[in-house]
């Protein structure tokens, strides 16, 4: 089974490796006091009741479909707490870092919390939708302290040269891009991350990326990013 290469949390490196590879992993983020704050506040959301069960489709094709994911999630927003809001102003600062690099017009960051119970999963699956390639970078960001390969839960990504699993260990970014297929294998403890997208508001059809995908927009929620032109 094939690795994923590990880099820094430096922007000329990363741009370079998703571009060379399509994954790799975002070592040391977030940090640790920023991946011990958003597990707090996200096992806060949990007890509160404040998660809500993740759709498959969008738009007007949500269904609850826990054949093929199990996950509850909130969307990050202004409401999230300094944590989150925190966090999505250092993805958007990467997400202007990595267009000055990689030219891929991403113009926001969009991002919620997601909670696994045991035992459940989500099938596998693209970040675009069959009918939007607007998702363009996918982050999975993981808070969960001494994961151990027991566990279970790994994050499994296809690549062309065989599929690559990453346990979900806190401190720890899988960033992909939003059309490589992935699924996350069922685990035998509680399970938390983040899941990030970093979005072309713009079709990018002339990149020639048309692909099937099943995760939906959970909930309504902020995305963070440039300002669209005035009309």
Same mark, same amino acid.
């Given at each position: 089974? !094939?690795?994923? #290469?590990?880099?820094?949390?430096?922007? @000329?490196?990363?741009?370079?490796?998703?571009?060379?590879?399509?994954? &790799?992993?975002? +070592?040391?983020? #977030?940090?640790?006091?920023?991946? +011990?704050?958003? /597990?707090?506040?996200? *096992?806060?959301?949990?007890?509160?009741?404040?998660?809500?069960?993740?759709?498959?489709?969008?738009?007007?094709?949500?269904?609850?479909?826990?054949? =093929?994911?199990?996950? @509850?999630?909130?969307?990050?927003?202004?409401?999230?707490?300094? @944590?989150?809001?925190?966090?999505?102003?250092?993805?958007?600062?990467?997400?202007?870092?990595?267009?000055?690099?990689?030219?891929? &017009?991403?113009?926001?960051?969009?991002?919620?919390?997601?909670?696994? !119970?045991?035992? +459940?999963?989500?099938?596998?699956?693209?970040?675009?939708?069959?009918?939007?390639?607007?998702?363009?970078?996918?982050?999975?960001?993981?808070?969960?302290?001494?994961?151990?390969?027991?566990?279970?839960?790994?994050?499994?990504?296809?690549? #062309?040269?065989?599929?690559?699993?990453?346990? !979900?260990?806190?401190? =720890?970014?899988? &960033?992909?891009?939003?059309? =490589?297929?992935?699924?996350?294998?069922? @685990?035998?403890?509680? /399970?938390?991350? =983040?899941?990030?997208?970093?979005?072309? /508001?713009?079709? *990018?059809?002339?990149?020639?990326?048309?692909?099937?995908?099943?995760?939906?927009? !959970?909930?309504?929620?902020?995305?963070?990013?440039?300002? #669209?032109?005035?009309?």
């Amino acid at each position: 089974m !094939p690795l994923l #290469p590990a880099v820094p949390y430096d922007p @000329a490196t990363l741009a370079a490796t998703v571009s060379e590879r399509g994954a &790799c992993l975002l +070592t040391g983020f #977030p940090d640790l006091l920023a991946t +011990t704050a958003l /597990r707090d506040q996200l *096992l806060h959301l949990v007890t509160s009741g404040a998660l809500r069960a993740a759709e498959v489709g969008h738009g007007q094709g949500l269904l609850l479909r826990t054949e =093929i994911r199990g996950d @509850a999630t909130r969307w990050l927003d202004a409401e999230s707490g300094l @944590a989150a809001t925190t966090f999505l102003a250092t993805l958007d600062h990467l997400r202007v870092e990595l267009n000055q690099r990689l030219f891929l &017009c991403m113009d926001e960051v969009e991002a919620h919390f997601a909670c696994y !119970p045991v035992g +459940t999963f989500y099938g596998r699956h693209r970040d675009r939708f069959h009918d939007s390639d607007s998702r363009v970078l996918s982050l999975v960001s993981y808070l969960n302290q001494d994961w151990l390969p027991e566990h279970g839960g790994a994050l499994r990504i296809y690549l #062309p040269e065989g599929p690559a699993d990453v346990l !979900p260990q806190g401190g =720890i970014t899988v &960033c992909f891009l939003s059309e =490589i297929e992935h699924e996350v294998l069922p @685990a035998s403890r509680q /399970r938390l991350s =983040i899941a990030s997208w970093m979005r072309n /508001r713009r079709s *990018l059809s002339a990149l020639g990326h048309h692909q099937q995908a099943v995760e939906g927009r !959970p909930t309504q929620g902020a995305t963070w990013g440039d300002r #669209p032109p005035a009309q």
